[in-house]
């Protein structure tokens, strides 16, 4: 009977691992899908209607400058 018990739990643990793995893959794979052409933006960036304004976004890109640490 123990012998039995141990099969049988072993096997619907395994099952259990092999769906809940497949359907975690599913989910993940939609969730990227589903957020893929999600935009942030902030509510500074919006008029009165709710449309994007074009014309007084200012982009800021920041490079990397010379090491200073090797000049002293």
């Known amino acids: 009977m123990l012998a ?3 099969t049988l739990s072993t096997v619907i643990s395994l099952l259990f691992l092999v769906v ?3 359907v975690g893959y599913l989910l993940k ?5 589903r957020t893929a052409t999600y935009i942030p ?3 500074e960036m919006f ?3 709710g449309q994007i304004i074009p014309d ?3 982009s800021v890109r920041f490079e990397n ?3 200073d ?3 002293i």
């Open 29 to 33: 794979e939609y969730a990227y899908q």
């Open 65 to 67: 400058g010379p090491d």
């Open 56 to 58: 007084e976004i200012l």
């Open 20 to 22: 809940g793995g497949v």
């Open 69 to 71: 640490e090797e000049e």
């Open 47 to 49: 008029d009165e209607n």
């Open 4 to 6: 039995v018990t141990l």
């Open 41 to 43: 933006t902030h509510p």
